[in-house]
């Protein structure tokens, strides 16, 4: 099909209008509007509805940048090579990521934006939207916390492996201090909001490891906070692996292997690119295999 469109619940009625318009040029397009009733990320459905799209037309606006469901498509898209087509609705920023790239502003009535947009879904390249280059650099006081903060995680989830709560309840302590003041002093940096990712979710683990346990993880705000600082990051650089494996290793807690396995795939695949042997991340497939 030519398109896909990826919206926020919130803006169906402009999607609807968006893919009348698309057909009446005779355009093809699959329109996403199975966020609410299957409640999960990236079911086969959606995921085979993208690949067999050329493009994603994203609708994107304040609704839209709150839905997690819209981010994993926008990466679903992006990891598929296939182009996204920005459309904006109101004033909110789109992704890092797609900030450089040209956008159409929808409007109210009937206006240049329809032929504009029928053009851009006919004329996108057969490919992934490029990335900007990413211009940041870390002072030798960064990366010290970057690797005690590591460190402290390491320690958490190693104790938990045997099973000894009491310790990792005490190295969440001392992560909690370092966590606070990283962020704090570094607010903007990716790799201290994709360590607060992996933050949250061990204090997931700390709290339920019993329940864990007893495969009676419950559902708790921790995971979807950790999952937002992840996609927060990978909506500046969607090829950050770590970040990918991270929003991975949250949906298999919350029982959504599909998606899991999507995002832990690509986390492998890209880590291999940079020569790294990702053990984490081959642990969560097999993990993920092993439920499916």
Known sequence: MDTFISHASKNAAQAIRVRETLEANGLTVWIDQAQIALGALLKNQLQTA????????????????????VTAEILAA???????????????????????????????????????????????????????????????????AINQIAGEQAAVTNALLVSD????????????????????????????????????KNAYMVKHWAAMQAGRAPADPLLLDAEQRFFEALLVDPNEYSALNGVGSILILERELEAAEFFVLRAIALAKVAGINYGAADHDLKLIQSYK
């Open 50 to 69: 993208i690949q067999d799209c050329r493009t994603l037309v994203l609708l994107w606006s304040k609704a839209a940048a709150k839905s997690r469901w």
């Open 78 to 144: 992006f990891h598929r090579q296939r182009f996204i087509v920005p459309c904006v609705l109101d004033d909110t920023p789109l992704p890092v990521f797609l900030a450089q790239a040209l956008y159409l502003k929808v409007g109210r009535g009937k206006g240049d934006w329809m032929e504009r947009l029928c053009k851009a879904v006919r004329e996108s390249p057969n490919a992934a939207n490029p990335l900007p280059p990413r211009m940041s650099s870390k002072t030798g006081e960064l990366r010290q």
């Open 165 to 200: 709560t009491a310790t990792a309840s005490a190295n969440q302590r001392v992560a909690n201090r370092k966590m606070a003041d990283a962020e704090k002093r570094w607010p903007f940096e990716i790799m201290v909001l994709i360590l607060g990712g992996y933050h949250l």
